[in-house]
T-cell receptor, first 112, second 115 residues
């Protein structure tokens, strides 16, 4: 079982819908990242958070450290939001300071 | 434009070939990373360099050989690869000491196909 689980694996929405992507992890962490990968491969870092909530434009990321869970929300979704959204965590105990553990990603398709 | 460039963007090579992937960052960062992304699998960290010194080798086979001549450039030398090495290879960089809590800036990737 992967240490980082994302749900759903695939998500199709209509333009304007509110979208939620979930990330659960099984270890203590010092930080969680949300990344966006468009077709063609390029990855953009959206958020890095260790507690609470962050907002950037139509994107909101929340994290509950006690429940080991994070959500990424997209309000008023648009076809240009179509991408793979990846959750990654930095485990607290052991291992390298540089090593992130990644989820498999959620493929979001927003139809016009 | 993320400030991290990779060349080539696509590469097809035979199992006996030798080729190199190049990454350059224009952000003044000190740490650079190589990741492998295979179909249907999570991103896997391969190597990390911090101030030109290798600080992480994630049990990568020796047919992959990294080189970091300075903090702005990172290479991945490839030789006698296997078809299962076909993947998207991504370079990333971070500022400061390279702590993972820093935001990572990714290049566009090199799509590698090994025949």
């Amino acid at each position: 079982k992967n240490e980082v689980e994302q749900s759903p694996q695939n998500l199709t929405a209509q333009e304007g819908e509110f979208i939620t992507i979930n990330c659960s992890y099984s270890v203590g962490i010092s930080a969680l990242h949300w990344l966006q990968q468009h077709p063609g491969g390029g990855i953009v870092s959206l958020f890095m958070l260790s507690s609470g909530k962050k907002k950037h434009g139509r994107l909101i990321a929340t994290i509950n450290i006690q429940e080991k869970h994070s959500s990424l929300h997209i309000t008023a979704s648009h076809p240009r939001d179509s991408a793979v959204y990846i959750c990654a965590v930095r485990p607290n105990s052991g291992g390298s300071n540089y090593k992130l553990t990644f989820g498999k990603g959620t493929l979001l398709t927003v139809n016009p | 434009e993320t400030g991290v460039t990779q060349t080539p963007r696509h590469l097809v090579m035979g199992m006996t070939n030798k080729k190199s992937l190049k990454c350059e960052q224009h952000l003044g960062h000190n740490a650079m990373y190589w990741y492998k992304q295979s179909a249907k699998k999570p991103l896997e960290l391969m190597f990390v360099y911090n101030f030109k010194e290798q600080t992480e080798n994630n049990s990568v086979p020796s047919r992959f050989s990294p080189e970091c001549p300075n903090s702005s450039h990172l290479f991945l030398h490839l030789h006698t690869l296997q078809p299962e090495d076909s993947a998207l290879y991504l370079c990333a960089s971070t500022s400061g000491s390279g702590r993972v809590v820093d935001t990572q800036y990714f290049g566009p990737g090199t799509r590698l196909t090994v025949l």
